[in-house]
């Protein structure tokens, strides 16, 4: 029997067949300006700072099948939404549109987990029983979403990390027991729904379930502008047959945020949710998955702060997030326990695994990544051109935009939004579009040492990996804050006996970068940017600080649990020293910058000290949490009623000659450049009438969050030229070709070859990382996991001996084969079916 793919991990479905082998990433949206033809271009330049283009128009369309039909028309440049329409990919294909293929999308549901009974509404929330939404995965069929919805162009997904990323294919035969044990029974979801609704003492009457006499009705929020309105119509439509009242609140992204995201939980508005994510680039690591989805400290948002793992869940959680192991069986182990306790917790349910297409005109390039597209690609702001021209302008269009207020520190984290965001910052490094792995941007080396066994490798040659018995942590270095004085505590402070770390990294910045890096309004950055940064990494969870937030108080505690300290080994050239007991897997992936970009965008000290005054008067507040707690506005530093006290206290900082947390930061910010940074931001604000002030290759030039546009116009003060990032060509994605033996006779060996390729020729062996496989009896049980061998270049085999064969049970057999690249990161599934006979 003969089984092959050319994807990834469609794993065998045969509908995947709509989209060919190198669907290359997704791309983003974009709106062209209808007169580009008459534009005047230039022919590359190498020494052109900043980015290709002059200028990017940014306008908001919801709708997919609009969005084809404009691109059709010459209206749009680039749609920066991953689609998975058969039917539109197929329409793009036929007008002969360029696409970008990503895998690092997926759908969930999302429930309200407070309860049992709504504060605001006094309704019934039957999801506040973790075993209702357990019993949530039994009641969906995943395999119809996949196959009906999205034509083939997805695949079930049951847990919190992504089946195309390489933790997917180091825990298969984990993950696959899991997939079977939460296989589609809605008989025993209604059994366990039943017996939990009557605990809370519901009652069916009439086939109606029944609260306190009235009928229990699911305020269900489905999103609009997607496959989603059909999940939500699929998923209301079974919980109608299971006795429930279901209201459909169709919503756009917007609207839907103020009721799920951003609403108090106690408030009753509502009780499930049609989730969407993308991970933005390719996650190497997904040890955090369980922290971020499950725990108050994935985001400082009211809903996430309403989440109450059990202590045996938000332990592993913490401990992974951490990587408080040594080894990766180790790891493995405590993998499969966070599996198991997520499925029990289940917060929100997985649904699929998407391959996304995102089209564009056949005259543009970009560097999109394989996760995230180019809505979620670091580097589409660096890449973003139309081929073998320079200038000019081009128009993005996206579902939503301007979703949510924009602040660095807990501003939205929109994927539409975060992908302008994006492009008006830098960072320390930036991602490989195709490994996830780090390459310097900003710095210009590192050094990683991690102690002796601890499983972490290293891939570039811009990062030296060494091991230690010991790593001590120097005595001058900060390892904590006293709010009240404003001031570092240091190692020596807190520790007089010494202090050691299972990692340590050394971050060295080039000779010229206060000279070379300079924010949007003309300040050069400063050794000020970078201190502030980390000040408020503990500030803000400090009960004692003027800006204290408790939204900040989960993630803080788990990130002290594990630091050992920071130490500015050097201020010029800068050098950073960064000491922890948390580790990674990969050496590019350990080295800790401290440049200023933070959560959700770039932030200069100037800007962000202004916001910092008006929180610490109660006027604005960073995170939404707060601003609820506070009933304040959530700072938004681009447009609304957040300008106006923002420019207020710019004024007054600005004849203050202000210094935020001036006990430290005047160490680093000397009177002379605060004068100039206010000087220079109220001569920014005159002039763009917004504060976000970046320091990426584009700078925001307006938003008009009402009417839905964004535009950005190229910053020719950037430090780098415009073709630093071009070598990034079509990602390896290996093919798969699998050939057995129809049927085996138990007790007799067998043999399975294995032809992996790309673009038909061999795939190198050293380009490999490993060929595993598995295999799955005729009752669908794990029955054994082997490594393949090799027989010559792009030729593999996977035998099972005599003995194998004999242990396993008698039937409709399974061998399924992962291949799992080296040079990018989305591993390759293929099975085939043969029969054990006895």
């Known amino acids: 029997m003969r089984a092959s793919s050319k994807w990834s991990w469609v794993k065998g479905c045969a509908a995947a067949a709509l989209v060919p082998a190198m669907l290359a990433g997704i791309t983003s949206p974009a709106f062209s300006l209808g007169a580009q033809e008459e534009e005047e271009v230039a022919v590359p330049d190498e020494a052109r700072p900043g980015a290709y283009l002059d200028e990017v128009v940014v306008t908001e369309e919801p709708s997919e099948s609009a969005a084809i039909t404009r691109l059709e028309a010459g209206e749009i440049d680039l749609y920066a939404s991953g689609m998975t329409d058969s039917e539109l990919y197929d329409q793009a294909v036929a007008a002969g549109l360029e696409y970008e293929e990503s895998f690092g999308s997926y759908s969930e549901i999302t429930f309200n987990p407070y309860g049992p009974v709504f504060d605001g509404t006094g309704a019934l929330n039957p999801f506040s029983v973790p075993r209702i939404r357990e019993a949530m995965n039994y009641l969906i069929d995943r395999e119809y979403i996949a196959q009906e919805i999205f034509g083939g162009l997805a695949v079930p997904r049951y847990m919190p990390i992504t089946s195309a990323f390489p933790d997917y294919a180091r825990l298969a035969d984990v993950a696959r027991s899991l997939e079977l044990e939460s296989a589609h029974d809605p008989v025993i979801a209604e059994q366990i729904i039943t017996e939990e609704m009557e605990n809370l003492g519901?009652?069916?009457?009439?086939?109606?379930?029944?609260?306190?006499?009235?009928?229990?009705?699911?305020?269900?929020?489905?999103?609009?502008?997607?496959?989603?309105?059909?999940?939500?119509?699929?998923?209301?439509?079974?919980?109608?047959?299971?006795?429930?009242?279901?209201?459909?609140?169709?919503?756009?992204?917007?609207?839907?945020?103020?009721?799920?995201?951003?609403?108090?939980?106690?408030?009753?508005?509502?009780?499930?949710?049609?989730?969407?994510?993308?991970?933005?680039?390719?996650?190497?690591?997904?040890?955090?998955?369980?922290?971020?989805?499950?725990?108050?400290?994935?985001?400082?948002?009211?809903?996430?702060?309403?989440?109450?793992?059990?202590?045996?869940?938000?332990?592993?959680?913490?401990?992974?997030a951490r990587r408080e192991f040594d080894t990766l069986e180790e790891r493995k182990e405590m993998f499969g326990e966070a599996l198991e306790l997520a499925m029990e917790d289940s917060v929100r349910i997985w649904l699929v695994d998407e391959q996304s297409f995102t089209p564009m005109q056949p005259e543009f390039q970009v560097a999109a990544d394989l996760g995230g597209g180019v809505s979620g690609a670091f580097l589409w702001p660096h890449t973003f051109r139309r081929e073998g021209e320079v200038g000019g302008s081009a128009s993005i269009a996206m579902?939503?935009?301007?979703?949510?207020?924009?602040?660095?520190?807990?501003?939205?984290?929109?994927?539409?939004?975060?992908?302008?965001?994006?492009?008006?910052?830098?960072?320390?490094?930036?991602?490989?579009?195709?490994?996830?792995?780090?390459?310097?941007?900003?710095?210009?080396?590192?050094?990683?040492?991690?102690?002796?066994?601890?499983?972490?490798?290293?891939?570039?040659?811009?990062?030296?990996l060494e091991t230690a018995s010991q790593i001590d942590v120097p005595d001058d270095a900060w390892i904590s804050w006293d709010p009240e004085a404003q001031e570092f505590l240091t190692v020596g402070d807190e520790h007089p006996d010494g202090l050691t770390a299972r990692r340590k990294s050394v971050a060295y910045y080039p000779d010229d970068f206060y000279e070379s890096v300079r924010w949007h309004d003309g300040s050069p950055i400063s050794l000020g940017d970078i201190v502030l940064g980390f000040i408020l990494g503990f500030d803000r969870a400090q009960e004692e600080s003027p800006i204290f937030d408790q939204a900040q108080v989960p993630a803080y505690e788990s990130f002290i649990q594990d630091f050992r300290g920071m130490r500015i080994a050097n201020e010029d050239p800068l050098v950073i020293e960064w000491y922890s007991d948390t580790f990674f897997l990969d050496a590019e992936a350990n080295v800790a910058t401290a440049f200023p970009y933070y959560a959700q965008g770039p932030g200069a000290w100037h800007t962000l000290a202004a916001g910092i005054r008006a929180e610490a008067d109660e006027e604005l507040a960073f995170s939404s949490d707060k601003a609820d707690r506070l009933e304040v506005e959530w700072n938004s530093m681009i447009a609304g009623p957040s300008l106006d006290v923002l420019e207020q206290h710019v004024s007054a900082a600005a004849e203050e000659n202000y210094i935020p947390y001036a006990p430290t930061l005047s160490q680093f910010i000397d009177s002379q450049e605060a004068s100039e940074r206010w000087e220079n931001l109220q001569a920014w604000y005159d002039e763009y009438e917004h504060f976000w002030v970046g320091i990426g290759p584009y700078l925001l030039e307006e938003a008009f969050p009402v009417e839905g546009t964004v535009q950005l116009t190229r910053n020719a003060a950037y430090a780098d030229p415009a073709d630093k990032w071009e070598r990034f060509e079509e990602p390896q994605i290996a093919e798969l070709d699998v050939l057995g033996p129809p049927q085996v006779n138990a007790g007799d060996p067998a043999e399975f070859e294995i032809s992996i390729t790309f673009g038909g020729a061999p795939y190198a062996s050293e380009n490999?990382?490993?060929?595993?496989?598995?295999?799955?009896?005729?009752?669908?049980?794990?029955?054994?996991?082997?490594?393949?061998?090799?027989?010559?270049?792009?030729?593999?085999?996977?035998?099972?001996?005599?003995?194998?064969?004999?242990?396993i049970e008698p039937g409709s057999t399974r061998v399924e084969v992962i291949a799992s690249p080296l040079i990018v990161s989305i591993p390759t599934f293929e099975s085939v079916e043969f029969v054990i006979s006895e």
Do not use: C, K
Request: aromatic share 12%.
């Open 399 to 464: 579902p939503s935009i301007l979703t949510e207020p924009w602040n660095p520190l807990d501003g939205s984290n929109w994927i539409f939004d975060m992908m302008l965001i994006r492009a008006t910052g830098d960072q320390g490094t930036l991602p490989d579009p195709f490994t996830g792995l780090a390459w310097p941007q900003r710095i210009e080396r590192a050094e990683v040492t991690v102690r002796e066994g601890l499983p972490v490798g290293r891939t570039h040659d811009w990062v030296t």
């Open 768 to 807: 490999l990382d490993s060929v595993s496989f598995l295999v799955f009896d005729s009752t669908g049980s794990l029955a054994y996991v082997g490594d393949a061998e090799e027989v010559a270049e792009g030729s593999w085999t996977a035998r099972l001996s005599e003995d194998q064969t004999r242990e």
């Open 202 to 320: 519901a009652e069916m009457v009439n086939d109606i379930w029944h609260y306190d006499g009235e009928p229990v009705e699911l305020l269900f929020v489905i999103r609009s502008e997607d496959e989603r309105q059909e999940i939500g119509d699929y998923i209301s439509a079974e919980l109608e047959d299971i006795g429930f009242e279901v209201d459909r609140l169709y919503r756009t992204a917007e609207e839907a945020s103020a009721l799920w995201m951003t609403s108090a939980p106690s408030e009753g508005n509502f009780h499930l949710y049609t989730g969407g994510w993308i991970t933005t680039v390719i996650s190497r690591d997904q040890a955090s998955n369980f922290d971020f989805f499950y725990t108050p400290r994935g985001l400082g948002q009211p809903l996430w702060q309403a989440y109450e793992p059990s202590d045996e869940f938000d332990d592993i959680a913490d401990r992974l």
